[in-house]
Nanobody
Framework: VQLQASGGGLVQPGDSLRLSCVVS????????????MAWFRQAPGKEREWISC????????YKSDSVKGRFTASRDIAKNTAYLQMNSLKSEDTAVYFC????????????????WGQGTQVTVSS
């Protein structure tokens, strides 16, 4: 299973961005809908931080307190793609953003995910 993240860039405080994560290489008949999809971010010198997850079962979403009200995760099963809509961006949102996939349940730990995208840089600066 391969994940390809994209959509990062340099924006100003208050702007919006939408990240995408295309998933491919499914095996054994388990398609995109069988995977919990999560987003993490990692700022320089900090640990990787869980942001949000979409449940594989019913698409329920979970998000960290740090992004509630600003970030929204979603998925398009037909396109094998997960999204992270980021609004009202702040300088503290600057980080490399990663998508991750797991056949299991949503987890807030990096250890809960076997498959990872390469990361996309988001920089929020005036």
């Amino acid at each position: 299973v391969q994940l390809q993240a994209s959509g990062g860039g340099l924006v100003q405080p208050g702007d919006s961005l939408r990240l995408s994560c295309v998933v491919s290489g499914f095996t054994n008949g388990f398609g995109f809908e069988y995977y919990a999809m999560a987003w993490f971010r990692q700022a320089p010198g900090k640990e990787r931080e869980w942001i949000s997850c979409i449940s594989r079962r019913d698409g329920s979403t979970y998000k960290s307190d740090s992004v509630k009200g600003r970030f929204t995760a979603s998925r398009d099963i037909a396109k094998n793609t997960a999204y992270l809509q980021m609004n009202s961006l702040k300088s503290e949102d600057t980080a490399v953003y990663f998508c991750a996939a797991a056949r299991g349940l949503c987890s807030r730990s990096t250890e809960g995910y076997r498959y990872w995208g390469q990361g996309t840089q988001v920089t929020v600066s005036s």
